[in-house]
């Protein structure tokens, strides 16, 4: 029997921080405040253009001015999000592996369509099974829907199927759907909640520990 890889993109799969960052520092430069380094937003980067926002200029979606800021930095990182995204180290040998074993792999993110879709176009992964978006189902992570909706589309039950995520939603979500789960130490994974207190089912440290550990997890 085959298995079905799947993905959260940012932070997992891709490294879209500097590029989020670059976007989050140009709201801060309008203001007439100094650029944050990458490395302070990287951590926010999985809570979207909301956690962008309250990281770079410290205002919460109840201050009167977040929306238009959010506005405003989505429509930065919608014109310059593939300027230095790239997929992380490990990742283009990772899928090499999947391929030659006959696998499948695909991508579930809560980036919506918009956002997601362009940067997946522009890294050119032709082997990619199935894209679900932020806004392809009802129900975004940590809601098992999106994975179950991969898993599906792809024709895989979710037994056969394997989450790798940077974030404690990607783990909640794959527990819910009753998939194995991996969480990526090496992503973004914030500060609130340590990595190895969300229960996934294994922990790797670097891209290519992926590989061993899906051996681990799905039985032929």
Not at 14 to 28: E, F, G, K, L, V
Not at 62 to 82: G, I, Q, V
Not at 106 to 111: A, D, F, L, Q, S
Not at 117 to 137: H, Q, R, Y
Request: with cysteine; hydrophobic share 40%; proline share 6%.
């Amino acid at each position: 029997m085959t298995t079905l890889i799947l993905f959260d993109f940012d932070g997992t799969f891709a490294d879209t921080a500097p590029d989020m960052a670059m976007s989050a520092n140009r709201q801060r430069e309008k203001r007439g405040l100094d650029p944050l380094p990458v490395s302070v937003l990287r951590t926010h980067v999985s809570m979207g253009a909301r956690g962008m926002v309250k990281a770079s200029l410290g205002i919460d979606a109840d201050h009167p001015t977040f929306e238009s800021a959010k506005t405003e930095f989505l429509a930065d990182y919608e014109k310059n999000s593939t300027i230095h995204t790239q997929l992380f180290e490990g990742i283009p040998e990772l899928l090499e592996q999947i391929k030659a074993a006959g696998m499948r792999w695909g991508i579930v993110t809560n980036k919506i369509t918009r956002y997601a879709e362009p940067i997946v176009k522009w890294l050119d992964l032709p082997d990619c099974a199935v894209l679900v978006c932020g806004d392809t189902v009802a129900y975004a992570k940590p809601h098992p829907l999106p994975l179950q909706h991969a898993a599906k589309t792809v024709g895989f039950e979710v037994d056969r199927c394997v989450y790798i995520g940077d974030d404690l939603r990607d783990i909640q979500a794959a527990k819910s759907a009753g998939m194995a789960s991996i969480a990526a130490a090496y992503g973004y994974c914030g500060d609130e909640h340590p990595v190895n207190t969300w229960q996934a089912d294994t922990i790797v440290s670097h891209a290519n520990e992926i590989w061993p550990a899906v051996g681990q997890l799905i039985r032929p």
